[in-house]
């Protein structure tokens, strides 16, 4: 009888931390998700622009290993075609630049690209290395890193296909420049996160900005953010960013290069003030930045309580 009873505390007790332990963020990925669903929250997610390029080839998986380590929180990949229906790991279209081979990637199959060697951004060949796989960075991400699709919308049925499979399609924040009712029809149902990229400067993107306003302010439904561009750093800028804080979306900026955030990029902040210059951009109401120089930005960010 004391087994038994001691048999039914034990299975309670297992219950109960179960239940405990599903409502909870119960990996990296997890709590990443949660932060970006989370309006007050005040955690900054930083973003890996294709990995850490800087020391392997970019897209790869050593450089998504590499800002896992580091302890950032989304990766950015791009995504091509092969011939053969594979979707591989690739910014250009052209295999020409990041590998040994040449040629269109669209016209190649698989195996014949996975018979070229990658190359660093400093034009190094790594022997032994090979185009990566979504598949593959998928299996390396899930659960550990959240995953940003980059010029991978037109082939979302495919990308959906293996984010299912892997049971990680929550996992993946895929963006692009579609209207509001083309990425509802297309991604109807589905748990993967979608973000508009906002060039707030040209006609196109206030054009799509103002379709996302539109819909806000008849339905009250948002996105989970914003992707916000700009040149120069002016007053129609504040304005689409303090709308956007508004709406209770969160706001992405890209630190990557001047021309994308008014000049205050991360080789700015490595070169000079890091204070001035991320400081600015945190002023602008940003929770998630991009960043090519991730260990930098997380440095500075915990230094701020804002990690």
Same mark, same amino acid.
């Given at each position: 009888?004391?087994?038994?009873?001691?048999?039914?505390?034990?299975?309670?007790?297992?219950?109960?931390?179960?239940?405990? !332990?599903? @409502? +909870?963020?119960?990996?990296?990925?997890?709590?990443?998700?949660?932060?970006?669903?989370?309006?007050? @929250? /005040?955690?900054? =997610?930083? =973003?890996?622009?294709?990995?850490?390029?800087?020391? #392997?080839?970019?897209?790869?998986?050593?450089?998504?290993?590499?800002?896992?380590?580091? *302890?950032? &929180?989304?990766?950015?990949?791009?995504?091509?075609?092969?011939?053969?229906?594979?979707? =591989?790991?690739?910014?250009?279209?052209?295999?020409?630049?990041?590998?040994? *081979?040449?040629?269109?990637?669209?016209?190649?199959?698989? &195996?014949?690209?996975?018979?070229?060697?990658? !190359?660093?951004?400093?034009?190094?060949?790594?022997?032994?290395?090979?185009?990566?796989?979504?598949?593959?960075?998928?299996?390396?991400?899930?659960?550990?890193?959240?995953?940003? =699709?980059?010029?991978?919308?037109?082939?979302?049925?495919?990308?959906? !296909?293996?984010?299912?499979?892997?049971?990680?399609?929550?996992?993946?924040?895929?963006?692009?420049? !579609?209207?509001?009712?083309?990425?509802?029809?297309?991604?109807?149902?589905?748990?993967?996160? #979608?973000?508009?990229?906002? $060039?707030?400067?040209?006609?196109?993107? /206030? +054009?799509?900005?103002? %379709?996302?306003?539109?819909?806000?302010?008849?339905?009250?439904?948002?996105?989970?953010? #914003?992707?916000?561009?700009? @040149?120069?750093?002016? +007053?129609?800028?504040? +304005?689409?960013?303090?709308?956007?804080?508004? %709406?209770?979306?969160?706001?992405?900026?890209?630190?990557?290069?001047? @021309?994308?955030?008014?000049?205050?990029?991360?080789?700015?902040?490595?070169?000079?003030?890091?204070?001035?210059?991320?400081?600015?951009?945190? $002023?602008?109401?940003?929770?998630?930045?991009?960043?090519?120089?991730?260990?930098?930005?997380?440095?500075?960010?915990? /230094?701020?309580?804002?990690?």
């Amino acid at each position: 009888m004391l087994k038994r009873i001691l048999w039914i505390l034990a299975a309670a007790c297992t219950l109960l931390s179960c239940g405990k !332990k599903s @409502s +909870e963020p119960t990996s990296k990925a997890d709590q990443v998700i949660a932060a970006l669903n989370d309006p007050a @929250s /005040k955690y900054v =997610v930083v =973003v890996c622009h294709r990995g850490d390029w800087r020391n #392997y080839p970019e897209n790869s998986l050593g450089a998504i290993e590499s800002v896992i380590r580091m *302890g950032a &929180d989304i990766v950015e990949i791009d995504l091509k075609l092969t011939k053969d229906s594979v979707l =591989v790991l690739s910014h250009d279209y052209t295999c020409n630049r990041m590998t040994t *081979g040449k040629g269109d990637i669209s016209t190649m199959t698989y &195996d014949s690209l996975a018979t070229f060697n990658l !190359k660093t951004a400093h034009n190094v060949t790594i022997p032994g290395t090979r185009i990566t796989t979504f598949r593959e960075a998928l299996e390396v991400c899930k659960d550990r890193i959240v995953i940003n =699709v980059d010029q991978g919308f037109k082939y979302y049925d495919l990308v959906v !296909k293996l984010t299912d499979s892997l049971d990680m399609t929550d996992q993946v924040l895929i963006k692009g420049k !579609k209207a509001r009712e083309v990425v509802a029809q297309e991604m109807e149902g589905s748990r993967m996160m #979608y973000m508009p990229i906002i $060039d707030i400067q040209k006609p196109k993107g /206030k +054009e799509l900005f103002g %379709q996302y306003e539109d819909w806000y302010a008849q339905t009250g439904e948002k996105p989970l953010a #914003y992707e916000v561009c700009f @040149s120069s750093l002016d +007053e129609e800028v504040e +304005e689409c960013c303090r709308k956007v804080v508004a %709406q209770q979306s969160k706001l992405w900026v890209n630190t990557l290069w001047a @021309s994308l955030c008014g000049g205050y990029d991360d080789d700015a902040a490595f070169e000079g003030n890091p204070d001035e210059i991320y400081g600015k951009i945190l $002023d602008l109401g940003t929770s998630i930045i991009q960043t090519d120089r991730p260990e930098l930005l997380i440095g500075w960010l915990k /230094k701020q309580g804002r990690r």
